[in-house]
């Protein structure tokens, strides 16, 4: 597990650091073709060929495979931190997420249903 870019994760979520990225857990990338969810981000912000992290015909599955590379987790961890174990995408906020990524970076363990609020 790489903490560092988990945390890094965290934080360019938390401050929209990449503009052209909204978030989203629902999907890999939003209708422009970039990245939207917890795979997304960590694939353009550590992915290989970053030049091209917002070109479309990059499959959903390649994204969440290298998102698990970049961040260091096992198969496991990426299901549950990717699929919003326990609250579901569709019902995940940014907040939540933000705060899963963090205790995960902490523990070891990822948990969805810590507060992370509404946003």
Known sequence: MNKERILAV???IEKS???ELGFSMRSFRSDCGTAACIAGWAFVLFAKNGENRF???VS???IEV???VVLGLKDVEAGRLFYASGVGVHYATRGQAIAAL???AATGV???LRDGGAS
């Open 66 to 68: 290298e998102g698990q």
């Open 110 to 112: 990822v948990d969805w």
């Open 10 to 12: 965290a934080d360019a």
């Open 55 to 57: 070109r479309r015909g």
């Open 60 to 62: 959903p599955y390649d």
């Open 17 to 19: 650091s990449v503009p």
């Open 102 to 104: 963090r205790h995960l």
